[in-house]
């Protein structure tokens, strides 16, 4: 075994995930984060096939100094999907073996930044514990964007994960929200599934007040991505108003 331990890298993915058209990756990902992808072979992701994909994309643009077919990848447990690791209820140690043994491996989401709203808190946390460097590359934050976007307050805020799926349990969230973000300014910040978005807004727009401030930022970094805030009686007056079936941060705030 080398004495010399290997790094994890946390390397970030564009926010197009699952959408009909993507865009070029080197749009949206610096070069410096794309060439350090390249050269890593041993990878821990939420799923196999689209962290392939992921770098199939990449070599288009770096050239991979290992073939997609040759490079090691390991998923995290479908449970840890459900359940979220950033309680302490998974052992991330094993799957992290290949830098105990010099390697350098790369932590990955299908969207966005790994361990932001998206599993992989454990592997990090493991990574520390087994004194590993751990090392984010810059790339596409949705949250970050979607805050900066919303004119709400980016002092204080909160991200809180999905709302619940039934009715009454989504108001009563809703209505537990805006009254801390009205009581302290807190912005608060959620996501939704794409395709539950228009149910998602329809809920807000029938539960919160008319005053309350709700930002919506739709597709970040595609070309049909859009940002828009205003307060719930604007909203309420755009018959228009739809959340599409793309990825969705919502805000809500003061």
């Known amino acids: 075994m080398s004495s010399a331990k290997g790094k994890l890298y946390l390397v970030p993915a564009p926010l197009d995930f699952g959408c009909d058209v993507q865009t070029p990756i080197q749009d949206v990902m610096p070069l410096v984060t794309l060439q350090r992808a390249a050269t890593l072979s041993c990878w ?21 100094q290992q073939a997609v077919q040759l ?8 449970e840890v999907h459900k359940k979220g690791d950033h309680g302490g209820n998974f052992d991330a140690r094993p ?28 592997v990090v946390r493991a990574a520390h514990d087994l004194g590993l460097q751990v090392l984010p590359l810059v790339g596409p934050m949705s949250l970050m964007l979607a805050l900066a976007a919303s004119g709400l307050n980016g002092q204080n805020f909160a991200f809180v994960g999905y709302l619940p799926q039934d009715g009454g349990e989504r108001s009563q969230r809703i209505r537990e ?27 807000l727009l029938q539960t919160l007040q008319p005053g309350t401030r709700l930002a919506l930022s739709c597709g970040l970094t595609m070309d049909s991505g859009w940002s828009r805030s205003a307060q719930v009686s604007a909203w309420k007056r755009d018959k228009e108003s739809a959340a599409p079936g793309l990825p969705t941060v919502f805000c809500i705030g003061r």
């Open 95 to 122: 799957l992290l073996q290949p830098a105990l043994e010099g390697r350098d491996i790369g932590l990955v989401s299908e969207a966005g930044m790994p361990a932001i709203a998206d599993p992989g808190s454990s």
């Open 177 to 203: 929200l805006e009254s801390l973000a009205l009581k302290t300014g807190q912005t608060q910040i959620f996501i939704e599934t794409p395709y539950r978005n228009t149910a998602l807004l329809q809920a």
């Open 71 to 78: 490079q090691q990848i390991q998923e995290l447990p479908r």
């Open 44 to 64: 821990i992701c939420e799923n196999a096939k689209s962290t392939r994909a992921y770098l199939k994309r990449v070599n288009e643009v770096q050239p991979l």
